[in-house]
């Protein structure tokens, strides 16, 4: 058979040497995980470690030495979080020992930690209130017409996250230097103001790996005390004049991005304790059901990959079918214009 030579323009591109091809390759595995993530599991390994240090066990690990580990910790941390050590000293130790995760998945050591969980996992869930549109009214009008750079900008990140169903990572960067990554942050430029509402490009989300980013449209409420527009525009004003040439779209008083503490304190000092960093997504995600938004809608507002969202809902199912269905006057986003329906709230899209 005579194969016919392909006249096809390709360019001409320079072989790399072998050192030059692994380290790109290191690089490459570097940014498989985020930078997060590695730092959570060179925690969870540095937990492994000290095990066996001061149990005098061998680092390598064993069907035994894994299941003692899960027993020895469900004792400390609850026992689902166990599961999520055990796969980060897999990742950490794999290198090394690359059977550890078929030791990982051993019957000794599944039923352990499946025995942990029956003993010691019905610990009753102490979640945190969701936001509600009273608690926006009581932030606005505590910080209302101050000076102070950073007031405005909590408003506005308030907002912009309860209507947006953002989750707090997504806007605040970790309080660990090491899980900082300017990659996550919000650019100033992809900030779109139109007279109805706003967008920005949100570069990554838990459900987006590879950052492909989506684009957050939030509605504006005209003559509302709760406007999202009207706070990020009282914003702006701060920050483009004390900082016209930095890129990250939320900026502190000192010209950094917050911190997720910072938020928190912020909340909490206004709010009280009941409150913490999921409140703005589970709270969004509540006002929206009780507006009749369907589930698939929320699903994808809010940017999860599953049905999982449905433990945001905050209120119990049984309210919800009764405000849904039981002709409730609920309105989650209320407008000082008494014409406001359910029909004409403010939405989050994302493209």
């Known amino acids: 058979m005579i194969l016919q030579q392909i006249l096809a323009k390709q360019p001409q591109q320079e072989a790399w040497s072998l050192e030059r091809l692994k380290h790109e390759r290191a690089i490459a595995l570097g940014h498989a995980l985020e930078t997060s993530t590695n730092a959570t599991y060179t925690s969870q390994l540095q937990s492994y470690l ?11 690990p064993t069907t035994d ?42 019957a000794i050591v599944s039923r352990s930690l499946a025995g942990m969980k029956k003993l010691r996992g019905m610990q009753p869930t102490r979640r945190k209130h969701a936001l509600e549109h009273q608690y926006l009214l009581t932030a606005v009008t505590t910080l209302h017409d101050t000076p102070e750079h950073d007031d405005p900008l909590f408003i506005a990140m308030l907002l912009t996250g309860f209507y947006g169903l953002l989750r707090l990572g997504e806007l605040t960067v970790p309080d660990a230097i090491a899980k900082c990554t300017s990659k996550k ?6 900030l779109i103001i139109e007279a109805s509402c ?22 504006a409420l005209p003559e509302s005390p709760v406007d ?11 920050r483009d004049h004390s900082f016209p040439l930095l890129p990250a779209l939320w900026l502190t008083a000192a010209g950094y991005p917050p911190t997720y ?34 589930d698939n809608a929320i699903q994808a507002m809010g940017r999860w990959s599953s049905d999982t969202w449905h433990i945001y809902i905050w209120k119990h199912p049984v309210l919800l079918q009764a405000l849904l269905h039981g002709g409730s006057t609920f309105q989650p986003y209320p407008s000082s214009s008494s014409s ?6 403010p939405l989050s899209s994302r493209v």
């Open 228 to 238: 999202p527009l009207t706070h990020l525009q009282r914003y702006l004003i701060s």
């Open 340 to 345: 406001t329906t359910l029909t004409s709230l």
């Open 65 to 106: 030495t894994l299941s003692f580990f899960v027993v020895y910790m469900s004792h400390h941390i609850s026992p689902s979080s166990v599961a999520c050590y055990l796969s980060g000293i897999c990742h950490a130790l794999e290198p090394y020992y690359p059977n550890v995760r078929a030791i990982r998945s051993a």
């Open 261 to 294: 503490s910072l938020f928190i304190s912020h909340l909490q000092a206004i709010l009280g304790k009941d409150v913490a960093g999921h409140s703005l997504h589970s709270g969004g995600a509540t006002a929206l059901a009780l507006a009749g938004v369907a």
């Open 198 to 219: 706003y967008s920005f490009t949100l570069p990554f989300h838990k459900a987006d790996r590879f950052y492909s980013g989506n684009t957050v449209m939030i509605e």
């Open 185 to 190: 942050l919000v650019l100033r430029h992809t």
């Open 50 to 60: 000290s095990f066996c240090k001061i149990h005098h066990f061998p680092i390598e």
